[in-house]
């Protein structure tokens, strides 16, 4: 059963424009989430992440909104530019419960156009 | 952060083949943890290799299927046996961050396995 959820399997963006990537969650458990970015042949590498006691996080270009109540969060980057286009892994984890165990989702690509 | 290196980065292997992946990490970490990508999906968990115990493995994975070794600090391996076309998959290797929050796992660059 797949406890995290990226509809959008892909996302196409002019360079400039804002970036929206989306992210469901189905486990109450899930007190930690992350963004990772992942290259061809390369592992995924950590972008941004954001503790349930929070509801926004950033960091320069990348924000990242949590919304508990309906188990969602998202990832805005603004402005998109040419070397963002990857693939975008959301992830969450139960860590208050001493889960350290990452679930992911199945990816978004994003595609920045010039 | 920490490097991760795996080797072979890709292989094609014939069915009922066995392969082992390894692990190399450049300091020592007490959780190593091994995924899988098939293709189109997500990446799932496999199991967890902590050195001087057993791994412990999620729920669909088996360890005659996935053995796992880890004996050292900065060092593990996976192997893959009695391979079929479903084993095709993208394996990567992590570690958790020195930050104290093991959430914020780094990757290894990953295996691309082809089970012919």
């Known amino acids: 059963d797949q406890q995290v959820k990226q509809n959008s399997p892909s996302l196409s963006v002019q360079e400039g424009r804002i970036s929206i990537l989306n992210c469901d969650y189905t486990n109450s458990m899930f007190d930690y989430f992350l963004w990772y970015k992942k290259y061809p042949a390369e592992g995924p590498t950590f972008l941004i992440s954001?503790?349930?006691?929070?509801d926004k996080n950033e960091d320069g270009r990348f924000t990242v909104f949590l919304n508990k109540s309906a188990k969602h969060l998202s990832l805005h980057i603004v402005p998109s530019q040419p070397g963002d286009s990857a693939v975008y892994f959301c992830a969450a984890s139960a860590y208050c419960s001493n889960d350290y165990k990452l679930s992911f989702g199945a990816g978004t690509t994003v595609t920045v156009r010039a | 952060s920490a490097v991760i290196s795996q080797k072979p980065s890709r292989d094609i292997c014939q069915r009922g083949t066995s392969l082992t992946i390894q692990c190399q990490v450049d300091?020592?970490?007490?959780?190593m943890f091994w995924y899988r990508q098939q293709p189109g999906q997500s990446l799932t968990l496999i199991a967890t290799?902590?050195?001087?115990?057993?791994?412990?493995?999620e729920s669909g994975f088996v360890i005659d299927k996935f053995p796992i070794s880890r004996p050292n600090l900065t060092f593990s391996t996976l192997t893959v046996s009695n391979m079929s076309p479903e084993d095709s998959s993208i394996y990567l290797c992590s570690v958790p961050t020195t930050s104290g929050r093991s959430n914020e796992q780094y990757f290894g660059p990953g295996t691309r396995l082809t089970v012919t």
């Open positions: 954001i503790s349930s006691i929070k």
């Open positions: 300091s020592q970490v007490t959780m």
């Open positions: 290799a902590n050195q001087g115990s057993e791994a412990t493995y």
